[in-house]
């Protein structure tokens, strides 16, 4: 009876009334029974859930291993409670962000359901789900594609293409074609799990426009931002017809803050950020990392805008303090706020600041991430703007090779990145007079810029055409000016 009533209390999310529940039925038949009695490895699971919920991750995981044992103990290591306490497991792992560890429990769990006469079941699908997601969540796209569509395929045989249990699955496959710049791809997949959800809950339920936030990122990835807009929008009002202004009304605020931006509407932008600082403030108090991730963004509108670096500056060091504050002094980002900090005192031609801030994220990084990692590189190429700047010439052309080498070995030739940095290296040969060198690196940097895509009327590859016309015509009357017949 415990039990059941503790089953009934968490599936309403009253977790302390279940715990209460689960504890004494699990302190009963600790008294009862054999201390490895199957029943006790059930209510163990159970008690792991409810730590679940409450978000005791430790002990979740504690408790799901006791359990594990004692059942692999009396049914053993294939039975299908073992392959449910493997699934359980793989979820607290998951919640603590520790993936690598829940990947290999979600495949315990698929290998034992799958070890007995029928591989297509509920349990397998189930957990197929989960693994995609495991898998996404540390890049492997193309092995979170296969299973996930694995685990669409076996529910659809077992409970028909419309069944509700599908949409979700099928949402993840969507952001699987997000990451892998299947747009269109995606968006096919969001809207099937909005209509799947439609016929199941109604047009009107909320989850139906949840989804909208998925189509939104789509439309986004397509550049389509207008389309994006309306669809947080209308999610946006959905949302504050039915909750009021809560944590996932802020949520939206910021993102709508962002697709504004992307338009260039920028004062609707710095408004919505305003919006979502104000209510994250209410909501989750003034000492908060997504308090912090506003302010970032709300000084990013600012720089955007252009015209107020002072706002800029002022947000980008309060969200500095909060992520140091709350992440500890290394940490990525605060590396990253350390750029933009550095970006604006380069602004107010204060080099020393800038130089400084720089050259501590560059330490963050390269303790973090190693030295030759792609945000090491754009780092130094920072410093040697920086240096370039303080006319340090030689220190400039120092960090700018370094920045190429590890451009060109994480992105390839054909980058924007590697382009701007060629074209700066050429700069600064030209500022040493060697114009053959200088010529040589921009003509370098248009190709790369071509490359990539860019065409000769976008403004840095224009710059790069201008400067590569100036070069050759101060060789050329070099050229005319030395004497018959002798050469350099």
């Given at each position: 009876i415990l039990t059941d009533a503790g089953d009934v209390q968490l599936q309403i999310e009253q977790e302390q009334v279940a715990h209460k529940c689960f504890a004494e039925a699990l302190r009963i038949r600790r008294y009862m029974l054999?201390?490895?009695?199957?029943?006790?490895?059930?209510?163990?699971?159970?008690?792991?859930?409810?730590?679940?919920?409450?978000?005791?991750?430790?002990?979740?995981?504690?408790?799901?291993?006791?359990?594990?044992?004692?059942?692999?103990?009396?049914?053993?290591?294939?039975?299908?409670?073992?392959?449910?306490?493997?699934?359980?497991?793989?979820?607290?792992?998951?919640?603590?962000?520790?993936?690598?560890?829940?990947?290999?429990?979600?495949?315990?769990?698929?290998?034992?359901?799958?070890?007995?006469?029928?591989?297509?079941?509920?349990?397998?699908?189930?957990?197929?789900?989960?693994?995609?997601?495991?898998?996404?969540?540390?890049?492997?796209?193309?092995?979170?594609?296969?299973i996930l569509r694995e685990s669409v395929d076996v529910k659809v045989k077992l409970l028909g293409e419309d069944h509700i249990s599908i949409a979700e699955t099928v949402i993840y496959l969507g952001r699987v074609c997000l990451k892998m710049?299947?747009?269109?791809?995606?968006?096919?997949?969001?809207?099937?799990?909005?209509?799947?959800?439609?016929?199941?809950?109604?047009?009107?339920?909320?989850?139906?426009?949840?989804?909208?936030?998925?189509i939104a990122s789509a439309h986004d990835l397509n550049n389509e931002h207008r389309d994006s807009l309306g669809c947080l929008n209308e999610y946006l009002q959905k949302r504050r017809q039915e909750f009021g202004d809560d944590?996932?009304?802020?949520?939206?605020?910021?993102?709508?803050?962002?697709?504004?931006?992307?338009?260039?509407?920028?004062?609707?932008?710095?408004?919505?950020?305003?919006?979502?600082l104000a209510l994250f403030q209410v909501i989750l108090g003034e000492e908060n990392l997504k308090v912090a991730k506003n302010l970032y963004s709300l000084a990013l509108g600012y720089e955007a805008k252009g015209d107020d670096d002072k706002e800029a500056m002022k947000y980008h060091k309060e969200a500095f303090r909060l992520r140091r504050t709350l992440l500890g002094s290394d940490?990525?980002?605060?590396?990253?706020?350390?750029?933009?900090?550095?970006?604006?005192?380069?602004?107010?031609?204060?080099t020393d600041k800038a130089l400084q801030g720089l050259?501590?994220?560059?330490?963050?990084?390269?303790?973090?991430?190693?030295?030759?990692?792609?945000?090491?590189g754009g780092t130094l190429f920072g410093m040697g703007v920086v240096f370039e700047k303080m006319d340090n010439l030689d220190k400039a052309m120092e960090c700018y090779m370094a920045s190429l080498l590890i451009r060109k070995t994480n992105i390839g030739d054909s980058s924007v990145e590697?382009?701007?940095?060629?074209?700066?290296?050429?700069?600064?040969?030209?500022?040493?007079?060697?114009?053959e060198r200088a010529l040589q690196r921009w003509k370098s940097a248009l190709t790369a810029y071509r490359d990539a895509g860019l065409d000769d009327e976008e403004h840095l590859v224009a710059i790069t055409i201008g400067n590569i016309t100036m070069a050759e015509g101060l060789l050329k009357d070099k050229e005319k000016s030395k004497p018959d017949g002798k050469k350099d």
């Open positions: 054999d201390s490895t009695d199957v029943a006790i490895g059930e209510s163990l699971l159970r008690m792991g859930r409810v730590y679940h919920a409450e978000r005791e991750y430790d002990q979740a995981i504690d408790t799901y291993k006791e359990a594990k044992s004692i059942l692999e103990e009396k049914l053993g290591a294939k039975d299908v409670s073992v392959a449910k306490a493997c699934q359980y497991l793989g979820n607290a792992h998951m919640s603590r962000q520790e993936v690598e560890k829940a990947i290999a429990y979600y495949e315990e769990c698929i290998a034992i359901n799958k070890s007995g006469d029928d591989n297509d079941s509920i349990p397998v699908a189930d957990a197929s789900h989960e693994l995609g997601v495991a898998y996404l969540n540390v890049g492997k796209y193309s092995e979170a594609e296969d710049n299947s747009p269109d791809e995606a968006l096919m997949y969001f809207e099937q799990a909005r209509l799947i959800k439609q016929q199941s809950l109604g047009d009107d339920h909320i989850d139906c426009y949840e989804i909208l936030c998925d944590e996932k009304v802020a949520d939206i605020l910021l993102r709508v803050g962002g697709v504004q931006k992307a338009l260039k509407d920028y004062d609707a932008s710095i408004q919505s950020f305003s919006s979502a940490h990525l980002e605060v590396a990253t706020s350390l750029d933009k900090i550095a970006g604006l005192y380069l602004k107010e031609d204060n050259k501590e994220a560059l330490r963050i990084r390269t303790s973090l991430l190693g030295s030759d990692d792609i945000e090491v590697v382009a701007q940095t060629l074209h700066n290296i050429g700069t600064l040969y030209a500022k040493k007079h060697d114009y």
